[in-house]
């Protein structure tokens, strides 16, 4: 069960309006790594959770708040919107073609569709869909995916920060850079503690090794022009996984024949065969 209280977790105040600003943070409330992505990538993670009790509540305590910055965005972008009735904005088309321009960049669907809302969607209007999220049911997995959403949605974050001077806006964004900060350090130690429990970083970690083409396990194969890439700790060196040791090869051999597919059936009317 869910309890809503009216205050924001963080104030959502611009200094004033800017409809092109509201176009550009849609990305960080509707985009891939947006606050709506992680928000249910969250939530799913608990739903589904089936391992131990702190597990689970952590995965609540961080999509919940997830819940609350989907609304201090969505506040904010209303509040950019604010003033800036698109009436206004044709009158300036008219008279000061520089502000046209500028004005150009903004969304049509905050007025058209969303009423100066904001909307489930990305800067360019793509529409939030659920399969940016990732709940897959092996929490080291999908913990590691958590913290990839955390470091890019800080990433787009920070972009967006640069990209305005409005005391107001930055001042919510600063906070937002700031949770993200402490959720890549929690994502990273719920990582490392799972991989310490399971003695393992490769998931899932219980598949038999025996079952695995063992032979391939820790090899890099030189597939691109020049060998750059040998220089690296993943080519050469004890295993992270402590279960192998990293080589190189730098001419790749093949266990694969040449793959022959018979004609297919007439009724298929594919490329007929050829006449020898």
């Given amino acids: ?21 509201a176009r550009k943070l849609q990305e960080v409330l509707g985009g ?41 965005l969505a506040t904010m972008i209303a509040r950019l919107l604010n003033d800036a009735p698109f009436e206004t904005q ?32 990305d800067s360019n209007g793509n529409r939030w869909t659920a399969n940016f999220i990732i709940s897959s049911g092996n929490l080291l997995a999908d913990f590691r995916a958590n913290l990839t959403a955390e470091s890019q949605g800080r990433l787009q974050v920070t972009r967006l920060y640069n990209m305005t001077d409005d005391p107001g806006v930055r001042d919510m964004l600063s906070f937002l850079i700031a949770r993200d900060t402490y959720h890549q350090n929690q994502w990273f130690a719920a990582i490392r503690e799972l991989e310490e429990r399971e003695n393992d970083i490769v998931v899932p970690s219980t598949f038999p090794r025996s079952k695995e083409f063992q032979e391939v396990s820790y090899t890099l194969f030189n597939f691109s022009e020049g060998e750059e890439s040998k220089k690296g700790r993943w080519a050469h060196g004890p295993s992270f996984d402590g279960r192998g040791e990293y080589k190189y090869v730098s001419e790749p051999v093949f266990w694969g024949s040449v793959p022959k597919l018979p004609p297919a059936p007439p009724l298929y009317y594919n490329t007929p065969p050829s006449k020898m």
Wanted: charged share 20%; no cysteine.
């Fill in 1 to 21: 069960m869910f309890y809503h209280f009216k205050e924001l977790q963080f104030e959502a105040k611009p200094s004033r309006p800017d409809p092109v600003f």
């Fill in 32 to 72: 891939q790594y947006g606050e709506i992505s992680v928000m249910m990538q969250y939530l799913f993670q608990g739903f589904n959770s089936r391992a131990e009790p702190k597990y689970r509540d952590l995965l609540f305590d961080i999509g919940t708040e997830e819940i609350g910055h989907v609304e201090m």
């Fill in 90 to 121: 044709q009158n300036a088309y008219d008279t000061d073609p520089a502000l046209a321009a500028i004005l150009g960049g903004s969304n049509p669907q905050h007025a058209i569709v969303s009423g100066l809302g904001a909307m489930p969607a």
